[in-house]
């Protein structure tokens, strides 16, 4: 991105405060998107062959982790590309609290649960968020807290190394 580039990020960490909540749209998991993505990154044979999944302890397929994760990523960068992030740097508790299934509805949640401005750089500061990928009841299928560094207003001119 430019200093023009009109997609460039706008909220910068000053913005943020403790409680924000966003939610994502909803999307449908499909059989063919699991055993498509476990085929390529995560061919366990409860993800990637239907057939055999019959006789796992889920009597089917089920998403990969890694691939709950990417949906997960797809649907927060729909509703938090306009934080203007430095980088992640971690996730804390992360729980696969529940197989995803074809047919499965979910939407991603995002709260903010702490802010920590910089002690020894005023152009950044850490934002702690909540996630959750939830089912279309309401269970939290996957549930993480992601540490994120992010900009302050004085972090819009970014050094380069």
Not at 91 to 103: D, K, M, Q, S, Y
Request: with cysteine.
């Amino acid at each position: 991105m430019t200093g023009t580039d009109p997609n460039r990020p706008t909220i910068c960490f000053e913005d943020l405060e403790v409680g924000d909540f966003r939610q994502s749209r909803s999307r449908t998991v499909t059989r063919d998107e699991i055993v498509e993505f476990a085929r390529q990154y995560d061919p366990q044979w409860f993800h990637s062959d239907p057939e055999a999944a019959k006789d796992s302890v889920f009597g089917e397929v089920v998403a990969s982790g890694i691939h709950v994760l990417a949906m997960w990523r797809q649907l927060d960068h729909e509703i938090n590309s306009d934080i203007d992030y430095v980088c992640g740097i971690g996730w804390n508790e992360l729980r696969l609290n529940r197989a995803i299934r074809a047919g499965d509805v979910i939407h991603v949640t995002s709260r903010i649960v702490d802010l920590i401005p910089s002690k020894t750089r005023e152009n950044r500061g850490t934002a702690l968020t909540r996630y959750a990928v939830v089912l279309e009841d309401g269970t939290e299928a996957v549930t993480f807290t992601s540490i994120n560094l992010v900009y302050t207003r004085n972090g819009r001119h970014r050094e380069r190394r």
